[in-house]
């Protein structure tokens, strides 16, 4: 993970009233000059009030099509968005950074290929080395200029990971406190979440088994009923 390269001018390309279910907020497009062949990056800060008054909340969110369009129960990135969107519109203050790094990074299809690996029984930080990945590959220096842009140097941080706190401490923007961003988790997103405290050092509180949200429709605790074996151990002999 990179907070602190930046390449080509930052430009905001587009703003705009975006009404949510949380509230209104104002939408704010930047693009940025890049290396690689898309050779522009683009992100989106949707800001509800002064960020200028007292000490903003702020959520830096990367893109996940699997979970925030077609509902993918494998992570807590959906469930995380909705909390930071809430907590920003009870608040009347704050802005989310929403950029385009799927996956951690790696993208969409190679994200579909680890998930393929996950399913053979590997975690999701060994499933990125197999394909040639960091764990994480995200960087954090677009947001960073993005806040620099606004005028804001000072956030409350909406999230549960270290090393975008650090990023941004690294960067000259101050932390003033990291605030949790913890979804439930379900029989999906148990193995994932684990993985992401044991070995990236997440802040995460998971809960036993019995604390976990089965309130989704789950084909594989239908399969364990019929006495199947799920590829997601977290589900073997739960319900007996």
Request: a neutral charge; hydrophobic letters at 40%; glycine letters at 10%.
């Amino acid at each position: 993970m990179n907070g602190a390269a930046e390449i080509g001018m930052l430009s905001r390309v587009a703003n705009a009233r975006m009404p949510t279910r949380w509230g209104m907020f104002d939408a704010a497009g930047f693009e940025r000059g890049a290396n690689g062949i898309a050779g522009i990056d683009t992100a989106i800060a949707m800001i509800m009030g002064d960020l200028t008054r007292e000490v903003p909340l702020l959520r830096i969110h990367s893109q996940c099509f699997t979970g925030e369009g077609l509902g993918s129960l494998r992570c807590d990135c959906s469930d995380q968005l909705s909390m930071a969107m809430r907590a920003i519109a009870a608040e009347g203050r704050g802005l989310v950074i929403y950029e385009y790094q799927e996956g951690r990074g790696i993208g969409l299809m190679a994200k579909l290929k680890a998930y393929e690996l996950q399913d053979g029984g590997i975690d999701t930080v060994d499933a990125n080395h197999v394909l040639g990945f960091r764990a994480d590959c995200r960087d954090y220096s677009l947001p960073i200029a993005i806040l620099r842009e606004l005028g804001v140097n000072r956030v409350r941080l909406l999230t549960n990971n270290p090393a975008k706190a650090r990023a941004l401490t690294d960067a000259g923007i101050e932390v003033a406190v990291r605030i949790p961003c913890e979804a439930r988790a379900n029989p999906y997103s148990l193995a994932y979440l684990r993985t992401k405290r044991e070995k990236m050092n997440h802040s995460l509180s998971l809960p036993s088994r019995e604390g976990l949200d089965r309130s989704q429709p789950c084909l594989d605790m239908e399969a364990n009923r019929k006495g199947t074996r799920s590829a997601y151990p977290e589900l073997w002999n739960i319900n007996q």
